[in-house]
Each structure stands twice: as C-alpha cells, then as structure tokens.
C-alpha cells in the first residue's frame, strides 16, 4: 500500500465541520472535494478532483472555484511539479513533506524528509522570520531511467 499524502482519511461529517469552521457552505461537491483530498496518496490536480467526484452535478470550473477557496482560507496548498498546472493536497500543520514526480511516467512519491536547517540558519541571520518553502523535486524514476 502506497504511503498518504498528507493527512488522515476525512468522513463526510469531517468534511462538514471543516467547511463549517472555515465559513464555508456545506455543499455536497466541496464535501466531496474534501473527502477525496483525504484519501489520496499523491497531490491531486483539478481533474483529478473532478474524476473522483465522478458523475455529481458540476463541472471542472465548479471544483477549480473550490479549490481557490480552499486555498484562501488555508484549508489546501498548491503543490507545483513541474507541470502545466497545479496539484493541490489538505494542508497538515503537523507534516511537513515534498514530493518527487517521474517526468516520464509522471509517478508522483512522498518525501518524507526535510533538513534545511543549514540554510534556515542562514537565512535566520539575514532577519527573517516565520520561513516558509517550497521545494518539490523532478527526476527519472527507476522504471524509467533504466
């Protein structure tokens, strides 16, 4: 079994009340969204989102508008992997992680580790506060790069 994502598994009533603690309405596609968040192993793009949805009465820009606020109100992050687009996963204030996408078969795995504390350091002399990053990584797989 592949490793989650971010976060543990989120039931409907879960969902609800982090759409509700969040200002948000309770909608069966943003319960939806939040669910399949939840359940996935690797960050989701938009039609990702929207083929787990299946057959529900919206379309790709419906989950796109959700995925915005989402993002603004801190519930998700956008994961960027190189490609023409964003994935998106739960953010998890407890779990700090990247990840490494194939850039031929597009295979997406969790990186658990993240020891920047040389730079932190250096960056902490220069007067910053309250870091942030980014990083996430491309490569050829070992299926691929054979």
Avoid at 53 to 81: H, P, W, Y
Avoid at 84 to 95: A, C, G, V
Wanted: hydrophobic share 30%; charged share 25%; glycine share 6%.
């Amino acid at each position: 079994m592949k490793k989650k994502c971010c976060s543990e598994d989120l039931n409907d009533q879960e969902a609800k009340d982090l759409l509700t603690s969040n200002g948000l309405n309770r909608t069966k596609t943003k319960i939806g969204i939040l669910t399949s968040l939840s359940h996935a192993v690797a960050p989701l793009s938009v039609a990702d989102i929207h083929h787990h949805l299946g057959d529900q009465s919206c379309d790709v820009s419906t989950v796109f508008r959700a995925m915005v606020q989402f993002k603004e109100k801190g519930i998700v992050k956008e994961v960027n992997l190189g490609e023409d687009f964003f994935r998106y996963e739960l953010i998890n204030n407890d779990h700090h992680h990247h990840h490494i996408r194939c850039r031929q078969c597009g295979d997406i795995k969790l990186i658990d580790q993240c020891d920047l504390s040389l730079i932190e350091k250096m960056i902490s002399k220069l007067g910053y506060k309250n870091l942030d990053h980014h990083l996430e990584f491309t490569g050829l797989c070992s299926k691929c790069g054979q």
